[in-house]
């Protein structure tokens, strides 16, 4: 079969409807990648999603012998529209006022994807829909994924680098102890975080994986292949990355695993994305295999006429749901009074850690700590986030003391009721953990209070626990969310009991809180 060489240019896109259509194709997805790039700050798993849109432009210019003029689809102007607005709308409005939802965002991305799909069958550039399914897949990879998969996925692979580099450590000859994901040498801690799990390198991996599968033409069977090497490749190479570091840790210090991190990681991460490109070429098919009888349709096949009605149609799938959303959340945009409360930690406070501050992405942060007798201490973290920081006020959403704390090799249980304290009206509410009382055996007992504050009354302290998909579903009633945000976390070393570390909480909130007006 031959093949058109290069992409046939339109030749009736010479009506205002066509063009009315493609401008408010290109606003649906400008105002779609404009929320999806939130998530593709430094601080996040996703900062190859600045380059997959163009990437994807790559791919459609790769893929242009396989774009053909195809028939007509006998849908009708009415069904367009209703599949535009049944489809996009209520994403739209739902993933609007709650952008830390993640599952309306990829509703609305495969949604658009379809019946930008349908446009490029109807108008003069016609695509065959295996191509743009296949770039759209490619696409799909620089969205967040669910919280309870990616939080599963870290917590695994770290668990995974963790023991490995324990066990190795072990063989070298090193007393090695794994306490949680925290490796203890000579008292000495390896803290294997987040960072050193590897999930940002599985991200990169696997949309490097299905941008190479596209542009190689692969089948399904090389595809999940690859697919398999990239996760293979996320472990072996994370793991030499990990080992590396502590072994650099151990043998010269913190100062220069710190001077030395980034480039050990940076060089692992490189070795890792060609190591996977390397297999990608030596499994790509041969030209001799390309088959592409079964795949695509025939470009002679003769078009069928359309309706004058039908690029309006688009005209309005498309722009109707951005314009009722825009127009809707305009008016009901709230006006936030801002905090009624502060935390003022004194001038014997010192600013955070610079590791913290990168991945938090706060805009202002202390810490103070406070002795309270031998082994006894109180240390207060207090952090915020400004109204246009929606982007970092989603970090800290995912670093809830637990999660985070146990990196270090501190085990902690967070309990199921909420401390509540009163303070210029309002009740501020502190979630509790707690050493597990089998960890106690000679150690200090260690109480964690944290209370993640916002503007909003849909947020609460304890926002992290997921709220009903009712709740959120009606959330386009009240408007957008306010970014604004306050974080508090107080460690008490040495309680006696729970009741105990709250008498010292209230004591030392008393201290700290002060009245904006």
Sequence with gaps: MNLPTSLPLPTKLNSVGWWVAIATLLLAWFSLLSRISMWWNDAS???????????????????????AIVKRSSITPWQL??????????????????????VPLWTETLSLCLVTG?????????????????????????LPWPAAIESNAVHSLTQWVALLTSETLLLCGYPAELLGNAIMVDRKTVSINQACSGIRSLQNLISLAVFLSVYFRFDWGRF????????LCTLVFNFCRALCLSYVFLSQGIEVQEEWHDSIGNFFAT????????????????????????????????????????????????????????TWFSLLSPQVPGFTWQADLGKEAQPLEHG???????????????????????????????????????????????????????????????????FGGEILKFRHYATPATRLNGVSRLDVFWGSFTLDSRIDSYDFLPSSLWEKATWFLSGKLSYQRKVLLVTIH????????????????????????
């Design 271 to 326: 070795l890792s994305m060609v190591a996977l490109a390397a297999w990608a070429w030596l499994v790509r098919p041969r030209d001799n295999e390309l088959s592409l009888k079964s795949d695509y349709p025939n470009p002679e096949v003769k078009e069928e006429p359309s309706k004058a009605s039908i690029p309006w149609s688009y005209a309005c799938a498309f722009g109707l749901p951005q314009l009722f959303s825009f």
């Design 494 to 517: 040495g309680s006696k009991n729970r009741k105990d570390a709250e008498n010292k909480l209230k004591e030392t909130l008393g201290t700290i809180l002060c009245s904006t007006e």
């Design 224 to 231: 999940f292949f690859l697919l398999t090497m990239a996760g």
């Design 356 to 422: 913290i501050e990168e991945v938090l992405q706060f805009d202002y942060g202390q810490k103070l700590r406070l002795p309270r007798g031998p082994n006894q201490w109180i240390e207060v973290i207090h952090f915020g986030y400004n109204e246009d920081s929606a982007a970092a006020s989603l970090c800290s959403r995912n670093h809830p003391p637990d999660y985070c704390m146990g990196y270090t090799g501190v085990e902690l249980v967070g309990s199921n009721s909420l401390f509540p304290y009163s």
């Design 81 to 102: 529209i209703s599949l535009g607005l049944l489809l996009l709308l209520p994403c739209r409005m739902i993933a609007e006022p709650d952008p830390f939802w993640r």
């Design 118 to 142: 349908l446009f490029l069958i109807h108008s003069k550039v016609r695509i065959a829909w295996q191509a743009w399914a296949w770039t759209s897949l490619y696409f799909l990879t620089c």
């Design 45 to 67: 798993y996703y900062t190859h999603g600045w380059a997959v849109p163009l990437l994807a432009l790559v791919l459609i210019a790769r893929r242009s012998t396989d774009w």
